[in-house]
């Protein structure tokens, strides 16, 4: 089982390079989704086998391709290769990179000066989620239907597209001269 | 009748009364009633100025002061001065002559002014000089009289650039001030030495204190004596501090009237006259004076000759006249100089008003190689003028200039202070007078017309004008020389309170040798003139000057001269200061807040990366400080 | 199977600076977004490991509530770059660096 993990985690972190150094934005999409799938496996090693499920039917399937479809509307084909490969160069990846590697550091130090603790494989059903949830977790889940609910709303107004609203003797058809 | 010299302080009141009701209410009264309000509180002034005299006069004659005191002004350490008020034959002269020459000339400002929009503002600035020549002349000590030293300088400073709008004229208000300012600062060392020395500013306190504290011709009396000459000179503009009363001219014609001919600048002999006993226990001062006098009136009878605009010939003019009041100062003739300052105020206010006329008529033109003709068009200018410039050049006999100055004449020579090169001097001065005084008349109003008169003077104007000609004869018939009847009224009165002159040579025919030596150097002036300006054409609007008549014209090039050894060594350590130490600190105060806020506005900048990378840089350092720290 | 808690922690911190560096580093708006989900990504699987280390559901409550919030953002996020895209004709975070007046 430990070598699914590492292959998993491996996968994992191969993708989301590709995703984050590539040029094309469709394939980064996809490298993104593939990333997904390698957490989700990761996800079922550690014993939570609804998350795991949640991870690929909601992350990877709506939320994605809701991505890929707006891509797909923008339409930004050719012209935006070119413009990203002209706007990453080597030297623009030196600041984030040394500011990502000290960070890296120090949660490295920090998990390393912890004592190594072995993880038991606990298998959560979804039982116990839906228990928690129900119980413990009421109000949260109340106030995450009305962020869904505003996040509808809100994609919904900014998505319009604006109307110039002329005065009604200013419209074709309605002339008064 | 003897209780109206309890109204001294009215006197003085009235004008300020009538500036303080001008600034209150002067935008909202109609024109006529400014003019009345102006013109009124003056007029009060001058006749109660009469009745004071007269009931002053009336059952004294030892001449006592009368002090009058106000209100004490304060009392701090020794120093109490008051608001007061002393009133003697030196003061009431002066009195005299400003509230009547001053009420003449309030008078012919009313139409001259009448069509200009400052015209409230005018009488307000004209009401406070008056006030404040009042208390200069008027005052009891020296504290108070400084106050209307500086008032007067004040005015002065605010109707000479009456007509703020051209730069130019705020540039000659500020020269007169500044260099007054040079005189001043010397008299103020002048009042601190005299207050070290005698605890009390009072100057009759001070008058008969100093014979016995300070010995005569100690260097002590000498120092203040000069100190107090220092002032004089700056207000009286004798040389050296005279670079201002030309350019003084770029104000209106009854401004040049009453300050800068008959008044203001008269307050330098006043000064001189008042401290007469400092200036006996120091000859070596008083025989400055003198010489001061006599290059001065020298100087400027030269710069007159060469002057082609109006005004100026006539501002040089005072300056020589002036001088020849310095030049009886200097040799101890007090009460000839009190007389000349007399007659002086008549016919150089008559001048300047008449010049006034002649400018207002022309529209503005003051060269007067553009003049000519007028006797004809302006028949009263033209002749109440003539009898002023007559009195100038002391035409013998019939003028009152004659008799004043001819005092001066043989007092130069005569009295014991005097000196040969003194009475030539002012032999040379008196030829010099007459030859620009007719030099002036001739060409402005003899010739061909060469500018028609747009405008003819009315009641308002020619009435002053007449009521000063009639001074300018017969204000000399009050002191008759010694050979000729010896009607010493004039200076009997003045000598109630100044000395009387020492005369070393007397003797009735000298006298008359001198006088017939004047009067041919008078009649010599004027024949002069005529054989050179009668009816001459000339070609241009300016003569063509030579370089000797250039330095003349230019005031013997003084402005020049204090350009090169003050003005510019100033500038430049100004220059060079401007960036020291201190200013360094302020401005990089300034520069300090500036780079902040570039600073802090670098970080709203709007680039949504930049702030993901600050985040970033932040998670790090909260990260290390709540790990190690 | 010992896989140890730091471990996963530390896969869940590479995954979260990788995304961090990619936020940084792209100046398109939609590979900022992309690189965004990928840091949720990685805390809710830092959530999912301490879950399990606790034997408890709280993480994976957690888990659930960062996925719904990720998908409310992304709404609202590709609307908003859809404006972007109207108002700028491009998808560069440089040019939206004013504000109105």
């Given at each position: ?18 995703v ?10 996809l490298y ?19 998350i795991a ?7 990877a ?9 707006v891509m797909m509307?923008?339409?930004?084909g ?14 623009m990846w030196i600041g984030?990179?040394?500011?990502s590697?000290i ?6 130090y920090?998990?390393l000066?912890?004592?190594a ?11 116990a989620v ?12 109340e ?19 604006k ?6 003797f ?8 | 009748?003897g209780s109206?010299?309890e109204f ?7 004008p ?22 102006g ?5 009060l ?9 007269i ?37 009431l ?10 009420a ?6 009313a139409?001259?002014?009448w ?7 005018f ?6 000089f ?9 005052a009891d000590?020296?504290?108070l009289?400084?106050l ?5 300088g ?14 130019a ?5 500020r ?12 008299m ?8 070290i ?6 100057i009759?306190?001070?008058l ?5 504290t300070?010995a005569v011709?100690s ?9 107090l ?10 040389l050296?501090?005279q670079t ?21 600048v008269?307050?330098?002999v ?26 001065t ?5 030269l710069?007159a ?7 100026r010939?006539?501002?040089y ?8 009041m ?32 002649v400018?207002?008529?022309?529209d ?5 190689f553009?003049?000519?003709g ?8 033209f002749?109440?003028f ?8 002391a035409?013998p ?6 008799y ?41 109003f003899?010739g ?14 020619t009435?002053p ?12 018939f ?11 009224m004039f ?17 009735h ?10 009067g ?6 004027i ?7 009668y ?11 030579n370089?000797?008549?250039?330095f003349f014209?230019k005031?013997?090039d003084f402005d020049?001269l ?5 003005v510019?060594?100033v ?18 105060l300034a ?15 709007g680039m ?11 998670a ?10 | 199977?010992?896989i ?13 600076l ?6 940084l580093v792209?100046?398109?708006?939609i590979?900022?977004?992309?690189s965004?989900?990928?840091?949720l ?11 399990s280390?606790?034997g ?21 996020g590709?609307a908003?770059?859809?404006?972007m895209?109207?108002?700028?004709k491009?998808a560069?975070t ?5 504000m109105?007046g």
């Amino acid at each position: 089982m430990n070598i699914i993990f590492y292959i998993a985690s491996a996968l994992a972190v191969f993708s989301t390079i590709k995703v984050v150094t590539g040029k094309i934005a469709i394939h980064c999409l996809l490298y993104l989704i593939a990333s997904l799938l390698a957490i989700a496996v990761v996800l079922f090693i550690l014993g939570a086998p609804f998350i795991a499920a949640l991870e690929v039917i909601i992350y990877a399937g709506a939320i994605m391709v809701l991505f890929v479809f707006v891509m797909m509307m923008l339409n930004l084909g050719q012209a935006s290769e070119k413009t990203e490969s002209g706007l990453l160069n080597k030297k623009m990846w030196i600041g984030p990179s040394a500011i990502s590697l000290i960070l890296l550091g120090e949660m490295i130090y920090v998990l390393l000066s912890q004592r190594a603790t072995p993880l038991t494989l606990n298998i959560i059903t979804p039982a116990a989620v839906g228990q928690l949830l129900f119980t413990k977790y009421l109000l949260v889940v109340e106030l995450a239907a009305f962020l869904l609910m505003a996040g509808i709303l809100g994609a919904y107004h900014l998505g319009e597209k604006k109307k110039l609203v002329y005065h009604r003797f200013l419209k074709k058809g309605n002339d008064i001269t | 009748m003897g209780s109206m010299k309890e109204f001294l302080w009215l006197i003085v009141a009235l004008p300020f009364a009538g500036s303080l009701i001008l600034v209150i209410a002067g935008k909202k009264l109609p024109r006529l009633a400014c003019a009345f309000v102006g013109v009124g509180s003056v007029s009060l002034s001058a006749i109660v100025t009469l009745l004071v005299g007269i009931s002053f006069l009336r059952g004294n004659p030892g001449g006592t002061p009368y002090v009058e005191s106000i209100w004490q002004w304060m009392n701090v350490d020794g120093l109490s001065p008051d608001i007061a008020f002393h009133l003697d034959a030196v003061s009431l002269a002066f009195i005299f002559v400003v509230t009547f020459v001053g009420a003449l000339i309030h008078l012919y400002s009313a139409q001259f002014m009448w069509k200009d929009e400052g015209f409230a503002r005018f009488f307000i600035y004209m009401n406070l000089f008056v006030g404040f020549m009042l208390t200069l002349v008027l005052a009891d000590n020296m504290l108070l009289l400084y106050l209307g030293w500086e008032g007067v300088g004040l005015c002065s400073f605010l109707l000479i650039g009456f007509w703020y709008g051209d730069p130019a004229n705020g540039y000659a208000a500020r020269k007169a001030f500044i260099v007054t300012r040079v005189g001043d600062f010397a008299m103020t060392i002048g009042l601190f030495v005299l207050f070290i020395n005698f605890h009390t500013l009072n100057i009759q306190a001070i008058l008969t204190a100093a014979p016995t504290t300070w010995a005569v011709g100690s260097g002590i009396a000498l120092t203040t004596a000069l100190l107090l000459l220092g002032g004089a000179l700056g207000k009286s503009a004798q040389l050296p501090l005279q670079t201002w009363l030309p350019d003084a001219m770029a104000g209106p014609s009854p401004v040049s009237a009453l300050i800068h001919s008959a008044t203001m600048v008269t307050a330098g002999v006043y000064l001189i006259a008042r401290t007469h006993v400092l200036f006996e226990l120091a000859p070596v001062a008083q025989t400055t004076v003198a010489i001061i006098g006599a290059i001065t009136l020298l100087v400027a009878g030269l710069a007159a000759l060469n002057q082609h605009d109006i005004k100026r010939v006539l501002a040089y003019s005072t300056i020589s006249q002036i001088g020849y009041m310095f030049l009886a100062l200097g040799v101890g003739a007090w009460s000839a100089a009190i007389f000349h300052f007399m007659i002086h105020a008549f016919f150089k206010a008559l001048l300047f008003l008449g010049a006034g006329v002649v400018i207002w008529s022309l529209d503005e033109e003051h060269n007067m190689f553009k003049m000519g003709g007028l006797w004809k068009k302006l028949p009263v200018t033209f002749w109440t003028f003539l009898i002023g410039a007559a009195s100038l050049s002391a035409l013998p006999l019939i003028t009152a200039g004659f008799y004043s100055k001819d005092k001066i004449l043989w007092l130069s020579y005569a009295s014991d202070k005097g000196s040969v090169w003194l009475w030539l001097a002012g032999l040379a001065g008196a030829f010099l007078t007459a030859l620009y005084a007719f030099r002036m008349v001739l060409l402005t109003f003899f010739g061909d017309v060469k500018k028609e008169p747009s405008q003819r003077p009315g009641l308002m104007m020619t009435i002053p004008l007449i009521v000063l000609s009639i001074l300018s004869i017969i204000g000399g018939f009050i002191e008759l020389p010694g050979d000729m009847g010896h009607f010493t009224m004039f200076s009997d009165f003045i000598e109630k309170t100044l000395p009387a002159t020492l005369v070393n040579i007397s003797g009735h025919y000298t006298e008359l040798l001198f006088q017939l030596i004047s009067g041919l150097v008078a009649v010599a002036g004027i024949g002069t003139a005529y054989v050179f300006y009668y009816n001459k054409a000339f070609p241009a609007a300016e003569p063509q000057r030579n370089a000797v008549q250039n330095f003349f014209y230019k005031g013997w090039d003084f402005d020049l001269l204090y350009d090169t050894l003050i003005v510019r060594p100033v500038v430049f350590l100004a220059q060079m200061d401007k960036n020291d130490v201190i200013d360094r600190f302020y401005n990089g105060l300034a520069s300090l807040a500036l780079w902040f806020n570039k600073l802090l506005s670098a970080t709203q900048n709007g680039m949504v990366r930049r702030y993901a990378i600050v985040l970033a840089i932040g998670a790090i350092i909260t990260l290390t400080i709540i790990l190690y720290l | 199977m010992n896989i140890q808690l730091e471990q996963g922690m530390l896969l869940a911190a590479v995954l979260f600076l990788t995304g961090l560096t990619g936020l940084l580093v792209r100046r398109n708006i939609i590979f900022m977004l992309m690189s965004v989900e990928v840091m949720l990504n990685a805390a809710g699987l830092a959530f999912i490991v301490a879950g399990s280390a606790w034997g408890k559901a709280d993480g994976q409550v957690m888990f659930i509530f960062i996925l719904t919030m990720a998908a409310a953002e992304v709404a609202v996020g590709l609307a908003l770059i859809i404006q972007m895209f109207a108002k700028f004709k491009s998808a560069d975070t440089n040019r939206a660096n004013t504000m109105n007046g």
